[in-house]
């Protein structure tokens, strides 16, 4: 396996992180500054992680 497919499952590893906070909300409080500023960090993170696994590839 090539660290180019390596690079994509974690980007869609990441992105499965930060939907995953993302939605962790409370019921009456809503979401908290540091839930999406670390989903936000995560989101960058994917992102970077994937397109480099895809840059990789070509």
Not at 9 to 22: D, N, Q, T
Not at 24 to 35: L, N, V, Y
């Amino acid at each position: 396996m090539s660290s180019g497919v390596v690079l994509v499952v974690f980007g869609g590893f990441l992105i499965g992180g930060a939907w995953s906070i993302w939605k962790a909300d409370h019921d009456t409080k809503g979401r908290t500054g540091p839930q999406v500023a670390f989903a936000v960090v995560l989101l960058v993170a994917a992102l970077l992680a994937t397109v480099a696994g895809i840059l990789r590839l070509v």
